[in-house]
């Protein structure tokens, strides 16, 4: 059965912190890792890592994927109160009609204390 | 653009009534996605579907009907609603080229079932 999971599953930490989030999976067909926040509502895609050893940045946010080691991590350095949100994990298979499809990890709340 | 809509925002069903939410997309997409999220859960792929006349099970299709007769809408329909299906919603679209990257999220439905 194609797992994903995310650990911690919450935390919280004080702006100015630096935190990383862990992501690992088991899954048949693994095509891409793929990160979202989501506040309050819809998700909203970060980042999405196909290779290995790769790191993809965006401002404060950076993640990077080990194939061999089957995880990823995503950090947010310089904390911001605006960073709180649930942080999800998604791993991209193939299904049938080599059509893709995510499946998600549990998700890890982040609360960011002023 | 509407972008991607959903209908109800809130429903509360009977143990048994059959009902269909909506989700319509005005960007041509031709990727279109249910989901469910329960707390703690992340979200879980119900159904897809690639194009007008296509659709697959995600992960956790039973009890949910789909069809996707035009390129625009593809509604979910709970044919006899269990106090197991009271979750959140979301549909999603995408091209077909970017899935995932870019997929776009309605705002959620929150179905209770009592």
């Known amino acids: 059965e194609d797992k994903v999971v995310q650990s911690p599953l919450s935390l919280v930490v004080h702006e100015g912190d630096t935190v990383t989030l862990n992501c690992s999976y088991e899954?048949?067909?693994?095509?891409?890792l793929l990160w979202y926040k989501q506040e309050k509502k819809a998700p909203t895609f970060l980042f999405m890592l196909?290779?290995?050893?790769i790191e993809k940045k965006s401002g404060r946010l950076s993640s990077i994927l080990d194939k061999k080691e089957l995880f990823s991590i995503l950090n947010i350095t310089a904390t911001q109160t605006g960073d709180s949100a649930v942080y999800l994990c998604?791993?991209?298979?193939?299904?049938?009609?080599?059509?893709?499809?995510?499946?998600f990890g549990q998700g890890t709340t982040l609360q960011v204390k002023p | 653009n509407a972008g991607v809509t959903q209908t109800p925002k809130f429903q509360v069903l009977k143990t048994g009534q059959s009902m269909t939410l909506q989700c319509a997309q005005d960007?041509?997409?031709?990727?279109m996605s249910w989901y469910r999220q329960d707390p703690g859960m992340g979200l879980r792929l119900i159904h897809y579907?690639?194009?007008?006349?296509?659709?697959d099970q995600g992960e956790v299709p039973n009890g949910y009907n789909v069809s996707r007769s035009t390129t625009e809408d593809f509604p979910l329909r709970l044919l006899s609603a269990a106090p197991s299906q009271t979750s959140v919603y979301f549909c999603?679209?995408?091209?077909?080229?970017?899935?995932?990257?870019?997929?776009?999220f309605g705002p959620g439905t929150r179905l209770t079932v009592t």
């Open positions: 999603a679209s995408s091209y077909a080229g970017r899935m995932f990257t870019e997929q776009y």
């Open positions: 899954v048949t067909n693994f095509r891409s």
């Open positions: 196909t290779s290995s050893g």
């Open positions: 998604a791993v991209k298979i193939l299904g049938s009609g080599n059509t893709g499809k995510l499946i």
């Open positions: 960007m041509n997409h031709e990727y």
């Open positions: 579907s690639v194009g007008a006349g296509i659709t």
